[in-house]
C-alpha cells in the first residue's frame, strides 16, 4: 500500500480522526510531516510514491508564533503574515513533493492561497455566479473608509471580516446608522489590542468601534452586505457542508445565538431535518447544488468546507466562505444518499484517496523530516 504523509500537527485531532480513518480502511499509519519543521524551514523528506495530505496546523502555539510572530495566541492580528507564511510553507511541501518520484501533493496551493483569502475567494466565487452576498470592491483602509464606502452602497447593516480571518475571529457584525451603531463580535478592545473571546459583545461606542476596526484593517478587510438569514427556534442558521471529490457528502446545521454561528461561540449543531423540511426537496436539492458548485471551483482540492447561507425567505442562499480545513466535525455522518453513509469526514477522503490513487496501492512509502 503507498504510504500518505499528513502535514500537520503531530497528536492534534485532525492528524489522529484521519489516521484512525485510514486504519478503519485498512491503510498503515500516516507519517506525520510537522507544520513546525516545515515553518522552521528543515528539510522535508518524503519517500517516493507517498500521497501528501496538508492538513491546518490547528491550535498549535509553536506553529502560530512562527506564521504571526511571537505573542499571546489569542490576539487577533498579524493575518496578513500567517498567510504569507502559511503559503510560502505549503508551497514548499509541494516542491519537496514535485521533486519526489511517484509523490502525490492531495492538495492545490493556489486553491489554499484563495480560501484563506476571503476578498479572493469571493471574487471567485462571484465570478463563476455562485451566489455570494454583495462585497465592497477594492481596498477598505479604515473606519472612515468603510463608513463612507457604506454610505455610497446605501448599506446599512454589513459583515466585516479580517480578509485572513477563520473561526469568527474579528468579524463584526455591524449595524449603523448616522453617529449611531451597533457593532456585535467575538473581538475584546483592551489597552489598544485586540483579542478573540468565546463570547460575542457588542459595541455601541463609535470611538471604541473606530479604534477596532482600524487596528482590524492592517490586515486586509473584506466587506459584505449582510445577508439575513433563516432561523430556527430564534436562532439564526447556517450551513456547513463538506464537498468531498466534487459530492457533499456531510451537513451540518449551526444555530447561533447572536448573528454568526461559529461553534465555538456558542452556536449549536441545529436540526437538519427541519432545514431539509423547510427548505423542501427542490430547495435541498438547490442548496447541495451549489456546494458543489463551489466546490468545482477549487477543483485540486479534496475537500472543501463550505459556509451556506439560507435566507429569511428559505429560497436564496448565499455563501459565506469556504474552508479549506472545514472538515473537522467529530462523529458526524454522511448524508442519506450522499455516499458517505455511515463514514466520517475523514472516512470519506480516505475513500476518495483510494478511489483515486489505487493502482499505485501496492507500495510502502514513509516519511520523515
Ligand atoms: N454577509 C453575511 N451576512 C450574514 N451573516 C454572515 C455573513 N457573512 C458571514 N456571516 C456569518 O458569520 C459567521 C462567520 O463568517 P465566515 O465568513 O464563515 O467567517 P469565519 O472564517 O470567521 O468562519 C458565519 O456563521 C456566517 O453565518
Ligand atoms: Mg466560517
Known sequence: MTGIAVVGTPGDRRVTMFADACARQGLEE???????????????????????????????AEADALLRGPGEPSRIGGGARWHAGFVAGAARVGRAVAATPGAVLLADVEDVSVMFDKRRCHARLSAAGVPVPPALAGPVGGYAELRERMDEARWGRVFVKPAHGSSASGIIALHASGRRVRAVTSAELASGELHNSLRLRCYENEPDLAVIVDLLAADGLHVERWFPKASLGGRAIDLRVVVVDGTPTHAVVRAGRGPMTNLHLGGVRGDLGAVTAGLGPRGWERALEICARTAARFPGSLAVGVDLMIGVDWREFAV???NAFGDLLPRLEGLPGGGAEGLDTYGAQVRAILARHAPAREGRGRCVT
Not at 510537522?34 to 495530505?53: A, D, F, K, N
Open 30 to 60: 500516516p507519517a506525520v510531516v510537522p507544520w513546525t519543521s516545515v515553518l522552521r524551514g528543515e528539510e522535508i523528506g518524503i519517500e517516493p510514491e507517498t500521497l501528501v495530505r496538508i492538513d491546518s496546523p490547528g491550535e498549535d
Open 320 to 322: 459565506a466562505e469556504v
